[in-house]
């Protein structure tokens, strides 16, 4: 069983769409993570969580909430979707330790028309 | 901003043969990270190297970090087709809450 699941793993949707994504963890993880990766331009960081009670901007929320639900789960929503958020959207989680070694879930390919 | 840098973007090399990537960055860090990404997926971390260490090892991979340089190398020893995959460094800071910062990645291709 996988320890990061995203669901969907693939979504086309259309201009000014709302749209939400959904990351769940069994490895009991304090921290979550948001990013999303486009050709060229590595992964950048959407928003990011260390306990369900915090939650912080990242490199590029403009256009993006987030709801972290539960320790387990932590959900992205595209407000009013846009052609240029598409991309590949990777969940990600930590332990609350100096390392930061993460751990990714399998991705979710956003189609916006 | 992206606080790695790889460097070569792409290398295709024959299986057998080593591949050597390398990553600058800027800043004072805490820890630097390899992940592979194979197409179309997640990332997998590979090996973590603290800032007090210069090399490591994990099987087939070596890291080597250069703190006075602001640099490290990832070689992958004796290469297989399965290492045919995107590898990125990542940096965590010494200062702030830790996040990753994560370069634009290598292609790497091991012709079989």
């Known amino acids: 069983d996988a320890d990061v699941t995203q669901t969907p793993r693939n979504r086309i949707t259309k201009t000014g769409k709302r749209i939400m994504l959904e990351c769940s963890q069994t490895?009991?993880?304090?921290?979550m993570y948001w990013y999303r990766q486009d050709p060229g331009l590595g992964l950048r960081l959407i928003y990011y969580s260390f306990d369900v009670k915090d939650i912080n901007k990242g490199e590029i929320s403009d256009g993006y909430s987030v709801s972290r639900q539960a320790q387990a789960k932590f959900s992205l929503s595209l407000e009013s979707a846009i052609p240029n958020q598409t991309a590949l959207y990777f969940c990600?989680?930590?332990?609350?330790?100096?390392?930061?070694?993460?751990?990714f879930g399998p991705g979710t390919r956003l189609t916006v028309l | 901003s992206q606080q790695g840098e790889e460097d070569p973007q792409a290398l295709s090399i024959q299986e057998g043969e080593n591949a050597t990537m390398n990553c600058s960055y800027k800043t004072s860090i805490n820890n630097l990270q390899w992940y592979r990404q194979n197409s179309g997926r997640g990332l997998v971390h590979l090996i973590l190297?603290?800032?007090?260490?210069r090399e490591k090892h994990s099987g087939r991979l070596r890291v080597t970090l250069d703190t006075s340089k602001k640099s490290s190398s990832l070689l992958i020893t004796a290469s297989r087709a399965a290492d045919t995959a995107s590898y990125f460094c990542a940096t965590v800071l010494n200062y702030g809450n830790n996040r990753l910062a994560f370069g634009k990645g290598n292609q790497v291709v091991v012709i079989p």
């Open positions: 190297i603290r800032s007090n260490e």
């Open positions: 990600a989680t930590s332990r609350g330790n100096s390392y930061n070694e993460q751990f």
């Open positions: 490895k009991g993880h304090d921290r």
